[in-house]
């Protein structure tokens, strides 16, 4: 506890390490650009705060007096952290070093995020993100509940606590075995597959229920007795003879690469996608950093999957 009960300002901190290193108030008060009088009153305020003389004054000038030497290095050592802190304070503001948790659904994180990271952290390489897998619907609760800072799924803009900026529209193939008689076409009328059973996931993943919505629409029905705990899985189970499915768009790019088992076409006259959205709350701290983001990720992803995706418009 101080002799009196106060503690030093930062400012008197500042003053004295000033002081110290040029034992000369003038110079020291031109310097910190206040008047020599002012100077000398906050150091003898903060003498009279700590009891202590820190310095010895004479006709001959001013010597640091033993007490101040051994506070110096300490002194000094707080303007550094001070300096530090502010530094710091401003590369989070401009999102420049920091690590922000990432949720992203099974069905899109493995087949987006190697081909964009890379180059975000070549052009931000202060920015670290914590990816973790989740369904749509936990992501969204992890979000409002602050277990996520951002996340990035299919997710319209239907609560007023998050902020969703739109980042590219995803096309759903529709695949079916390499031997089966629709197989070679680009193709397929939609009315070809009416009463057919398609192959999904389990109802877990929220792919299930837009591959239900379509089928629903189609007249086609969605095998329960036979789903997919992965996209691999229920590729395999097409590959094997078991149904036809839909696969996003990204997965096809990236995981078949030889589809020679495999068939890949697609709905005529009848384009199925899906939009995607880096979402976050709006009371972040770092929303303008997140908006930057969008943009950034868009300049990627238009530059690397222009082949498998459209990169969406922002509307004014």
Not at 44 to 70: C, I, P
Request: glycine share 6%; charged share 20%; with cysteine.
């Amino acid at each position: 506890m101080f002799f009196n009960g106060k503690a030093p300002s930062l400012n008197q901190i500042r003053y004295f390490v000033t002081v110290a290193k040029h034992l000369n108030f003038r110079r020291a008060a031109q310097i910190l650009g206040i008047s020599q009088p002012t100077l000398t009153s906050q150091i003898s305020t903060l003498e009279t705060n700590l009891g202590l003389v820190l310095f010895e004054r004479s006709r001959s000038g001013t010597l640091l007096s033993a007490q101040g030497k051994a506070l110096l290095e300490y002194a000094d050592a707080v303007l550094q952290s001070t300096m530090q802190f502010g530094e710091m304070a401003q590369s989070l503001t401009q999102g420049d070093s920091t690590t922000y948790r990432l949720g992203i659904p099974p069905t899109l994180g493995p087949y987006l995020l190697p081909h964009i990271l890379p180059d975000i952290h070549r052009l931000r390489p202060g920015l670290k993100f914590y990816v973790r897998e989740a369904a749509p619907k936990q992501l969204l609760q992890g979000l409002l509940a602050g277990e996520f800072d951002i996340t990035l799924s299919p997710m319209s803009n239907r609560d007023s606590q998050i902020q969703t900026q739109p980042l590219f529209i995803e096309p759903l193939k529709f695949v079916l075995p390499a031997d089966h008689p629709m197989s070679g076409r680009d193709f397929i009328e939609p009315e070809e597959i009416r009463g057919q059973k398609i192959l999904a996931l389990e109802d877990r993943h929220h792919f299930h229920y837009q591959v239900q919505e379509i089928c629903a629409q189609l007249g086609a029905n969605v095998d329960r007795d036979y789903e997919g705990t992965s996209l691999d899985t229920l590729r395999q189970m097409v590959v094997m003879g078991m149904g036809m499915a839909f696969l996003p768009g990204l997965y096809v790019h990236s995981e078949l690469h030889h589809p020679e088992a495999l068939h890949v076409c697609e709905l005529a006259d009848m384009p199925i996608v899906r939009q995607h959205m880096l979402a976050w709350r709006n009371t972040s701290p770092a929303r303008a950093t997140f908006r930057d983001l969008a943009s950034l990720m868009r300049n990627v992803i238009s530059d690397r999957l222009q082949t498998a995706v459209s990169v969406s418009e922002l509307t004014p």
